[in-house]
């Protein structure tokens, strides 16, 4: 299984930026599938990005579309979440999660939390209106 630590969270006010990272353990890191989701309270961790291996195809939740970017440094096995003009419905503890397996699936994106086999322990935003 995938080591994974998320990091960069903190307060912001609406408007401001954020960007996260997510270290990974393992050799092969670029070839898993990554993903982002988020959990608020009282609600379902919902997906808000992934990226494939290889090519980097990204995909994003509509409500975050325009505003988040997802990257990945396979050199630093690091995979980035770049969040701008945040919102306070923005506010939530925020996964980054791994497909280890996704290079026996050719380039699918996944968007479910079901699809994924390894999970960071979160890191929270929060922003202020």
């Known amino acids: 299984q995938v080591q994974l630590v998320e990091s960069g969270g903190g307060l912001v006010q609406a408007g401001d930026s954020l960007r996260l990272s997510c270290a990974a353990s393992g050799r092969t890191f670029s070839s898993y599938a990554m993903g982002w989701f988020r959990q608020a309270p009282g609600k379902e961790r919902d997906f808000v990005a992934s990226i494939t291996w290889g090519p980097g195809n990204t995909y994003y939740a509509d409500s975050v579309k325009g505003r988040f970017t997802i990257s990945r440094d396979n050199a630093r096995n690091t995979v980035y979440l770049e969040m701008n003009s945040l919102k306070p419905e923005d506010t939530a503890v925020y996964y980054c999660?791994?497909?280890?397996?996704?290079?026996?699936?050719?380039?699918?994106?996944?968007?479910?939390?079901?699809?994924?086999?390894?999970w960071g322990q979160g890191t929270q935003v929060t922003v202020s209106s």
């Open positions: 999660a791994a497909k280890s397996s996704a290079r026996y699936y050719g380039l699918s994106l996944y968007t479910q939390a079901a699809d994924f086999d390894s």
